[in-house]
């Protein structure tokens, strides 16, 4: 684990590179932008400061979430994974993270599921190998008769 310093210096750097500009039409600006957003995500988690790394790895995929580019495409697939991980982590304690971080490994995927590169096949892989202990615990929950788990309004 790093230490907090440590974290916040890399937290400046990721902002010091987003602060520098836009990323439209520019291939290695838009793989720098996303790189710093899941670097700073990673760093913000560090600190426990969870809704914002959150935040950061949601942006990720609203801005590159259709990109054709490998390296936004993995950017991605790391950004959702590292959302489930976060909402999992927190959904030890509470029901409605759990379903968010379900939510969010469907999507993972969904969209490894129609991508033919093994790296992207490898990042949802690991997705799930995080977390094995919650991936099995809601599987079995899944399964479980209607009458002893909690339904949601789904809002889809």
């Known amino acids: 684990m790093e230490a907090p310093e440590e974290l916040e210096r890399q937290i400046a750097d990721c902002d010091a590179i987003l602060a520098a500009g836009g990323d439209a039409g520019d291939r290695e600006r838009q ?12 760093a913000l988690a560090g600190l426990r400061r969870v809704d914002e790394a959150v ?11 259709d990109a054709e580019d490998l390296a936004l495409r993995l950017r991605v697939a790391l950004a ?9 982590e927190e959904g030890r304690h509470d029901e409605g ?3 968010e971080a379900l939510a969010v490994l469907a999507d993972v995927v969904a969209r490894g ?10 990042y949802v ?5 995080a ?7 809601t599987i079995r929950r899944a399964r479980s008769p209607p009458s002893t788990r909690s339904w949601r309004a789904s809002a889809t």
């Open 80 to 88: 959702l994974g590292n959302i489930a991980y976060d909402r999992s």
């Open 131 to 137: 977390r094995p202990s919650f991936c099995t615990a």
């Open 97 to 99: 993270r759990r379903d």
């Open 55 to 65: 935040a950061c790895h949601e942006e990720v995929v609203a801005r590159f979430g």
């Open 113 to 122: 599921a129609g991508d033919d590169d093994p790296d992207i096949h490898r």
């Open 31 to 42: 793989v720098d932008v996303a790189r710093a957003l899941v670097a700073k995500g990673v």
């Open 125 to 129: 892989g690991s997705a799930f190998t």
